[in-house]
């Protein structure tokens, strides 16, 4: 396995893996994905991955950015607009998208910053899984928070998780200064 970064220059491979797990409603496309990711390198914020196979297939993607967060007004967090890991390589690229992600804006000069995300009820699950286990602390970060509200427009369910430095907070839970 090898983890590759995702720029705008590969959107068509991105949409190939998010073609084959999809439906067609949760899709961007090509022209979508190249948008989106052209955006995040056009503000220097693309914290986005992959990783790849033996034969050089992207078996997992994470696209992310830096944004606001959802729950704290002017927080910068990094959101994760999706995360896609297929059969191939669920054991390990969870853990390996994440450690680029985190390390690339901390590489910048960012801090640990908070992770948020919105996804759909099998994302939410692995986050789940993830974010109670070992694979989340090992790269500093524990899950402090998830909510569930119903989309509309998307007619299901939708899963909302914060993640934080585990060194955040001090035992009383309350943010350290």
Known sequence: MKVIKVTSSIADKIAAVEAAVYPGLYRLGEKGIRENLSEMEKNNCNFSWA???KEGN????????????????????????????????????VYFLLKAMIDEYTGMGLPKLPIEGVSRE??????????????????????????????????CDLYWVRFEDINSHDRSGHNEK
């Open 51 to 53: 990783t790849v196979d």
């Open 58 to 93: 992207i078996n997992a993607y994470i696209l992310a950015y830096l944004d606001n967060s959802h729950r704290e007004q002017d927080e910068p967090v990094a959101y994760v607009d999706d995360i896609v890991i297929t059969g191939s390589a669920r054991k390990t690229s």
């Open 122 to 155: 099998n994302a939410h699950k692995m986050w789940s899984r993830h974010g109670h286990s070992r694979t989340i602390a090992k790269l500093g970060y524990h899950m402090t928070d998830s909510f569930t509200y119903f989309d509309e427009d998307m007619g």
